[in-house]
């Protein structure tokens, strides 16, 4: 099996060091000019995946394949996105994967919604509801940059008002009321099928968590995530001195049926 | 769609609370005995996940669906097993997913095994190496138990002494003496893959970094993952007070290709 | 300056392991029995602090000269105690020093005001209320063992009631309902005073800083202190397995006065 | 008991709000300007404490008293000071208090130094090492404006050739080879004595740790402390989005004696 060659309109990812990476699309006739100088892209057509270049001022890049995680970190942003380590607990923690059916609120930018695609492929499928228009087409664009539109079907609808989808796998909710969603997402999972919701603050867990127990959920959950870099060299090795010390909370149930014993 | 049954042979999550839940396979004249008393197993035979029974002693169980994250903490151990928390990092920053060719080493009983085997399939495939031949049918258990059989092939195999796979996406390391491995590992991945090592103590991390940068991986970050639990319950919210405080540190790394220019 | 010598009557930790200590007053003819053996309390009279004794079993204990950690931690209990992590921040944050005059309540079994009379010595003085009458003497023997006696008032008083002290250096609170007792605090400080809560739930913070905001405090802050233990040996270190997750949330403020412009 | 007055020449903290304050030394035809205008510091003279005044474009300032936290985060600076977090569980963790006789090294700016001698004063002394001389007059300024210097010794001395002091209750490090002092320590230490050293890097803190198992200490003990800042406001409580993810490990040990049994 021949490694992955570079060709034109394929996405790249520029490596400079962990903390300097550039999400690029490959064009014939383009430079892309960074702080360390430009690189021709047309040159790396032909090439394969993990390939070193030198800008025109001599700084050495690594041309990566860019990962889900890429695509999630260099999503085109107009709102906060969700960090990939919370990304990663709501898919494993929910059971998510390839074949699942998976209603998700709100959109936003696109982020999770790509994470979730990536995953549910080839055969299942993200039903994805913002209520934002203006936010819906950065959404589509960075969905299909990461190459999963067809994974991914966007309903510009409030899903405070309903859930169109049945028997689904999971409902996974990054939105301001979460709460109200509660009813509706139990209606439209299958039995034993997963909840999950990010909320920023403490508030809006203690509604979800009430909401989830008087609407027939078991298995309630809720969690916060610290994810902490190290500095790794000999002699000099720590924890990096900053931190992110807080993103969001995310609490999981699962469904029980109400009318059976 | 009708919602799935619960069949002779299929393995069931009964859960009572957060903290106590049992992986259980039914079967038709089995009776699963708690502290809570027994639940007669055949009785569940044609009816829907979600449901609720009643024990011998009138407490209700939910009867789930395990998800992979329970097929994770339920596994039959012989060993230490890498926490969900870790699994579902390593899985999403290495960019595993449905069609990934993964490499495993250590086997251990097959926890985090099933967890990548269950997010390659369809199409992907994942090759677990474990030197210690009397882990092997635990293991291989786990992976039956889970449904995963058929995406997996065990190697009774020293992986410090080579890999035999090449152009792998991944090469997923939980074992004593990752940095053995690295050489290897740079042999076996396509330009542009993705090393991990799971390593409970800082030394190995050193080791294993070290070897990184001077095998010609490119992004080596090192993180570590604190998962916290909060009890949500309104007017006595707050984190609980254990939580675990170390499972092992996360290092990831990228190939980068020696010869192109 | 000779170093000091063990009396009858005097209180030594007897330490085997940082993890298992005993905090233990010589009398004469007394054994002190361990899992590890006896050690014959009377054959320590005379001798230095820091000497090494044998147990009837041969095994090595050290014997050390209590700390106010010591007698924090080997506080005799009837309630829970509030942690020397948490203890040390309170003291330091509010600028409780030697001469400080500072309100308590409730007193507990007595751990905090310990620290808080240990801290303010030799001319400072703490006023502790307890509403609990049963407690008291347990506190007072935990503060008479600790030789802090007279630096320690305690009164059998609701200080939801009202605080009986004028111009104190600090308040602080380790009770169920700390928002009830800010305008009391407000009164009994100095101006510029520093007021102190300790609180396990999120619902008392915020109830305890809706009340210092509408009662003429400032620079309002709440902190979390997590303590991670870490295992050093060499080619085997890493965190501990096991942490606190939480013991309580700690909230400081400062009086600004009202009336002046 | 009347409050206290502010005087010409006094230190107050101007405080905005929790992250803007200003440590200012009261002069009669001073004026301190801020980004939200400026203050005339001699009308201050001969109010209390907890006043408040406004800027000259009408922006409320409260003037507090600093407190020992105030004067380590305001210290003059040429190097890196340590964290409050950390000098509070120095202090309460090796039982330093009203009375001791502390050695230092090095001294640096003479954050921790202030923070030791407020807490040793009426009657102990703080002997602290520097060998950079360099830093020892920031150093001075910083001890006296907080009213210290009486309690402190500077030593201008290379801490790893040798302690003076006999006898001292607790030896504190915050340098960046604290295992070559470890002997110079035992020797400085009366029996039971404490040892305390802060380090960044874990390779530190496993070089200490070798040192005192090797040199007659017990109850060695390694830690960090996570501080989290949280907001607290109702409908929005959440921890705060940025975190100090490390500051340096904290080494605690007691001095046994090595003769007698």
């Not at 998510?96 to 959109?107: D, F, K, L, M, W």
């Not at 027939?216 to 790794?232: D, N």
């Not at 720590?238 to 699962?254: D, E, K, N, Q």
Request: charged share 25%; with cysteine.
């Amino acid at each position: 099996m021949p490694s992955e060659k570079i060709r034109e309109g394929t996405y790249i990812l520029l490596y400079l060091n962990p903390r300097k990476t550039f999400l690029v699309k490959v064009e014939k006739d383009k430079e892309f000019h960074t702080h360390k100088g430009f690189i021709k892209l047309g040159e790396l057509i032909g090439k394969s995946f993990g390939t070193k270049v030198l800008s025109s001022t001599g700084v050495e890049f690594t041309v990566l394949k860019p990962t889900i995680r890429d695509y999630i970190f260099k999503s085109l942003r107009k709102t906060q996105i969700i960090y990939p380590k919370d990304i990663a607990l709501i898919i494993l923690f929910s059971g998510i994967g390839p074949g699942s059916r998976v209603v998700e609120a709100g959109t936003g930018t696109g982020a999770l919604t790509c994470a979730l695609a990536y995953y549910v492929k080839p055969r299942g499928h993200v039903y994805s509801y913002e209520v934002r228009a203006e936010l819906i087409e950065t959404a589509q664009k960075n969905i299909e940059r990461a190459g999963l539109a067809k994974y991914v079907t966007i309903r510009n609808r409030d899903v405070t008002a309903g859930i169109e989808e049945k028997n689904v796998d999971a409902v996974v909710l990054d939105m301001a009321t979460p709460w109200l969603v509660v009813p509706h997402a139990y209606e439209a999972l299958k039995p034993s099928g997963s909840f999950v919701s990010f909320s920023p603050t403490i508030e809006q867990v203690i509604k979800t968590v009430e909401a989830l127990k008087t609407n027939g959920f078991v298995g309630i959950e809720t969690f916060e995530c610290l994810l902490r870099g190290m500095q790794v060299e000999k002699g000099r090795t720590r924890p990096h001195t900053l931190m992110t010390g807080h993103t969001g909370y995310l609490t999981f149930a699962r469904k029980a049926s109400k009318n059976e014993r």
